[in-house]
Nanobody, 112 residues
Framework: QVQLVESGGGLVQPGGSLRLSCAAS????????MGWYRQPTGKEREFVGS????????NVVDSVKGRFTISRDNAKNTVYLQLNNLQLNDTAVYYC?????WGQGTHVIVSS
């Protein structure tokens, strides 16, 4: 049974950092595309970044480049999204996605 479980969200001040985790079960993260998305309240879900299965090539959108990074731990079957220098407009529910499956999301709130 495929399952994606995000964690690591929370309340942080502008300029702060968080590390989000996406723990996968039922498949190997090293074999599939893994994506991170976010959805601010009242807005559409948007792509943030990804890591490919084979090769583990990472990519993030331009709006977060230099602040967000994606990594993968195959032994833990987990993908991470490191969020640095968080800004107010980074507030959103962050979701993990892979081959048709979504996690339940983890809420990131950036507020002073």
């Amino acid at each position: 049974q495929v399952q994606l479980v995000e964690s690591g969200g929370g309340l942080v001040q502008p300029g702060g950092s968080l590390r989000l985790s996406c723990a996968a079960s039922g498949f190997s993260v090293s074999a599939y595309f893994m994506g991170w998305y976010r959805q601010p309240t009242g807005k559409e879900r948007e792509f943030v970044g990804s890591v490919t299965g084979e090769g583990g090539i990472t990519n993030v959108v331009d709006s977060v480049k230099g602040r967000f990074t994606i990594s993968r731990d195959n032994a833990k079957n987990t993908v991470y999204l490191q969020l640095n220098n968080l800004q107010l407009n980074d507030t959103a529910v962050y979701y993990c996605y892979s081959h048709g499956y979504w996690g339940q999301g983890t809420h990131v709130i950036v507020s002073s």
